[in-house]
Antibody, heavy 119, light 106 residues
Framework: QVQLLQSGTEVKKPGASVKVSCRAS????????FSWVRQAPGEGLEWMGWISGYNGNTRYAQKFQGRVTMTTDTSTRTAYMELRSLRSDDTAVYYC????????????WGQGTLVTVSS | EIVLTQSPGTLSLSPGERGTLSCRASQSVSSNLAWYQQKPGQAPRLLIY???TRAPGIPDRFSGSGSGTDFTLTISRLEPEDFAVYSC????????FGGGTKVDIK
């Protein structure tokens, strides 16, 4: 069955970077696009960007451009999201999600990774 | 950027009642709208895409309607497991989420 397994909880200091991983199983990795979505405590969902599992092409939400990098490793079927220059308002649960083939909605989600930014 | 406004913020209902949730877009997104359900401590779960198509395994008590700027998610008869937060997401032309509607027990 389709699974997206994310890395564990992270605690970072302001100004640091974090890299979250999302390991896929149960489907052909290179046929799909992956997105990252975050959710601050008590807040709604916020789309961060997407990356093609086929060719690594990316598109980032304007808010995160210059601060986020999304990559993939097809040999391990893993997508990564790195966020730099962390601030306290980056504290959130970060989700990876598999994008549907036909349109940009999210069929499957990882379990989420809590990133806490605190001095 | 297209802004999605969901209403009400909280909907208090009893099991067996009908729930009607609204999602309004700041400009037309055609039928490029999805709905998700999220329970505390869990990832979102896709319910509806294309404004009205149920995702695989979603019970038929969930239905979506609308196009352009006004969309509705209807839960015909609330089951105990349906009390959750519901979010809409548009994917035409860009990508954004609404702020969510919490459906809680009256």
């Amino acid at each position: 069955q389709v699974q997206l397994l994310q890395s564990g909880t992270e605690v970072k200091k302001p100004g640091a970077s974090v890299k979250v991983s999302c390991r896929a199983s149960g489907f052909t990795f290179t046929r799909y696009t992956f997105s990252w979505v975050r959710q601050a405590p008590g807040e709604g969902l916020e789309w961060m960007g997407w990356i093609s599992g086929y060719n690594g092409n990316t598109r980032y939400a304007q808010k995160f451009q210059g601060r986020v990098t999304m990559t993939t490793d097809t040999s391990t079927r893993t997508a990564y999201m790195e966020l730099r220059s962390l601030r306290s308002d980056d504290t959130a649960v970060y989700y990876c999600a598999r994008v549907a083939v036909t349109d940009f909605y999210f069929e499957y989600w990882g379990q989420g990774t809590l990133v806490t930014v605190s001095s | 950027e297209i802004v999605l406004t969901q209403s009400p913020g909280t909907l208090s209902l009893s099991p067996g009642e009908r729930g009607t949730l609204s999602c309004r877009a700041s400009q037309s997104v055609s039928s490029n709208l999805a709905w998700y359900q999220q329970k505390p401590g869990q990832a979102p779960r896709l319910l509806i895409y294309g404004a009205s198509t149920r995702a695989p395994g979603i019970p038929d008590r969930f239905s979506g309607s609308g196009s352009g700027t006004d969309f509705t998610l209807t839960i015909s008869r609330l089951e105990p497991e349906d009390f959750a937060v519901y979010s809409c997401q548009q994917y035409g032309p860009s990508l954004s989420f609404g702020g969510g509607t919490k459906v809680d027990i009256k």
